[in-house]
């Protein structure tokens, strides 16, 4: 069953924005409220005009080899989540948003 995750007393949090030069590395947290369900924390990358594409799954498990230079850190069933990139390119430049799994009262809730 899909569920609304703030009718359900779920937050995620994620800066509004990561800053740095090309080359360096940059990492973007996403915090949860509770913690998630497992290893339920996936990462999509968003340009603009275009739909998301998925990068991480299962909180560290690389999606698609296109994107090996990110890496994605955080313990099953937490709350505190990175998405590191590693030697930021230009275009790299784009909306960054983690997904969580939840498992309340006998039912999964996905954020979105």
């Known amino acids: 069953m899909l569920?609304?995750?703030a009718s359900r007393g779920i937050t995620v949090t994620q800066p509004e924005a990561v800053t740095v030069s090309e080359g360096q590395d940059a990492t973007i947290e996403c915090k949860t409220d509770p913690e998630i369900s497992g290893w339920g924390l996936a990462w999509y990358q968003q340009k603009p005009g275009e739909t998301p594409k998925l990068i991480i799954t299962g909180v560290n498990d690389l999606y698609d080899e296109s994107f090996s230079r990110f890496s994605g850190n955080g313990a099953r069933g937490g709350t505190d989540f990175?998405?590191?990139i590693s030697g930021v390119q230009t275009e790299d430049a784009a909306h960054y948003y983690c997904q969580s799994v939840h498992y309340i009262n006998s039912k999964y809730v996905f954020t979105q």
């Open 3 to 5: 569920l609304s995750a």
């Open 82 to 84: 990175t998405l590191t």
